[in-house]
Structure formats: structure tokens, C-alpha cells
């Protein structure tokens, strides 16, 4: 993590956010938290994401999403030179439809 945003605030949002239990539950936080246009934002980043992950082509992805070349690029860097927080998350939703196709 880049120590530069690293605070007490965060952590505390980071806290309060694994905390919620529920997509209803996030809906209602974020809700109160964000903006609509902010909320926006970070979906069709994720969203970005796991186009890439994909292999999507950047053409596929601006017809989809509406992102713009800028956000793909900036969220493609993000994959391959980032935190690797996409890569968790991406690998954790996988493990969860493999354990629920088991089911």
C-alpha cells in the first residue's frame, strides 16, 4: 500500500467497511457515504477491470462501460503494476463460484 494514503481515516473506513454484511447493507452505507456519480465511478472502474482481467480489448470496453481510454489505461496500469487488489478480489468471487457450483 502507498503510505502516502495510508491514515487513520482510511483504516477506519477500511474497518467499518468489512463490517457490512450484506449487498442491501452496502447499498444503504454507500448510499449515505457517496455521491451517485461517485459510486458510479468506482463500479465502472471495477468494471474495467475485470474486462482487462478478461482479456477485453479497449474498444469492447469503451462501448460497454462508457470509460474513457484515460480510465482504462490508468486501471490496466493498476493490474499490472498496482497492490494486486483487483487480483484479490477477482481470485475470491472466482473461488466463490467454484464452491457454489460444488453445491
Known sequence: MNNKLKDKNL???FKVILKLETVEECYDF???LCT???LKALSQ???V???L???RVYSDIVQETGASTAT???VNRSLNYGCDGYRIVFDRLEQDEQENNEE
Do not use: T, Y
Request: charged share 45%; no cysteine.
Open 11 to 13: 483504516d477506519f473506513l
Open 30 to 32: 454507500f448510499e449515505d
Open 36 to 38: 451517485v456519480p461517485e
Open 45 to 47: 472502474r471495477l468494471h
Open 49 to 51: 477491470a475485470k474486462m
Open 53 to 55: 482481467d478478461s482479456r
Open 72 to 74: 482504462i489505461s490508468r
